[in-house]
């Protein structure tokens, strides 16, 4: 096992990777947004306790070594820490380093300055930041520890749940974005679903004229997008896996594509009821039916045990073409 130093050494590398990927990744928040440098800027004036931003270089530069170091004595602690615990650094572990850093800055930047440094910022720019140089920490160190990486092929032949799951609500996610765009672009719109989606949830937009069109908008939707089908894929494939045993469960199907429905359109009708007019109920409708039937054909197609366990029990169940 390596020395104390080493890990030290190690993980002050990790650390300065780490920052240099959360620096690369707010100067192309700014720069697309038209302000380059804008954050280091911010955030010098909140450390420096000035009530407005600078500009300068001086103040920029100050904040940068500031940030580097911040991250390199991180990166010390997080590797002596996983040394210490006899842990091989993982993604899910930056992950979860990513989302610890997300609230040691909210909660820090309230506490010590009275800043929201989140707010001011934006918590989808944040967040989205703070997990990417959790993961590049963590896979530093992964790489530094010399530990064979585990494939995610691999990964995935060993856990059908998960694989089908995955596969299925990937899918579906793919399927229901591409139907809005189809929809946007015949509207002269492009893109306005994910960004008047995404201006309601992160910014809580009461209208169509507060929507942002932004990218970081359009990106932060479409990755919650993605996550949230995955978990419908997840729940799906367990019920087919279930359904093989138990063949009645299968109408569970139909129970989740009415529950899914009526939660999405209802949370819509609560959190921000112009987004049914802005949208069009319909075209969510359409777009919910659309991702049944994806989830559906696929785990479908992958469950014969559960086709024939349905003959069995009598079901009349032709297969999707």
């Known amino acids: 096992m390596k020395s104390p130093r080493s890990w030290a050494l190690r993980g002050g590398f990790a650390g300065i990777l780490a920052a240099t990927a959360l620096a690369l990744w707010f100067l192309v928040v700014d720069s697309v947004e038209g302000r380059p440098f804008h954050t280091p800027a ?11 931003n600078l500009d300068s270089g001086p103040a920029v530069a100050l904040y940068t070594v500031v940030h580097y170091v911040a991250f390199a004595g991180l990166g010390v602690g997080v590797a002596l820490a996983v040394r210490g615990a006899h842990r091989i650094p993982t993604v899910l572990l930056g992950a979860l380093l990513g989302f610890l850093l997300f609230d040691l800055l909210f909660y820090g930047g309230v506490v010590l300055t009275g800043v929201d440094v989140v707010r001011a910022l934006g918590w989808p720019e944040v967040l989205v930041g703070n997990t990417l140089a959790g993961l ?24 059908r749940i998960v694989r089908e799951g995955l596969v299925a609500g990937v899918a579906a996610a793919i399927a229901v974005a591409l139907w809005f765009l189809i929809v946007d672009t015949i509207r002269g719109r492009v893109l306005f679903t994910p960004a008047a989606l995404g201006s309601a949830l992160f910014y809580g937009a ?12 359009v990106l932060g939707y479409t990755a919650l997008h993605f996550v949230a089908f995955a ?7 367990t019920l087919a896996t279930e359904a093989e045993r138990e063949p009645p469960l299968v ?8 529950t899914f429905e009526a939660l999405f359109i209802g ?10 007019d802005a949208l069009s109920w319909s075209m969510i409708a359409v777009a919910n039916l659309l991702a ?14 559960l086709r ?14």
């Open 42 to 52: 911010f955030l010098a004036s909140v450390v420096l306790g000035h009530a407005t």
């Open 136 to 159: 590049v920490l963590m896979v530093t160190l992964r790489w530094e520890s010399g530990a064979e990486p585990i494939g995610l092929h691999e990964l995935l032949a060993h856990h």
């Open 206 to 217: 009461r209208g169509v004229g507060e929507v942002r069109m932004t990218l970081i908008t």
């Open 231 to 237: 978990i419908a894929g997840l729940l799906a494939a």
């Open 251 to 258: 109408l569970a199907f139909a129970l989740l594509f009415v």
């Open 267 to 276: 949370l819509l009708a609560i959190a921000a009821n112009w987004l049914l």
């Open 292 to 305: 049944t039937l994806v989830i559906g054909g696929y785990l479908w197609r992958e469950h014969p045990d």
């Open 308 to 321: 024939r366990a349905l003959r069995e029990e009598g079901f009349e169940i032709e297969r999707p073409v």
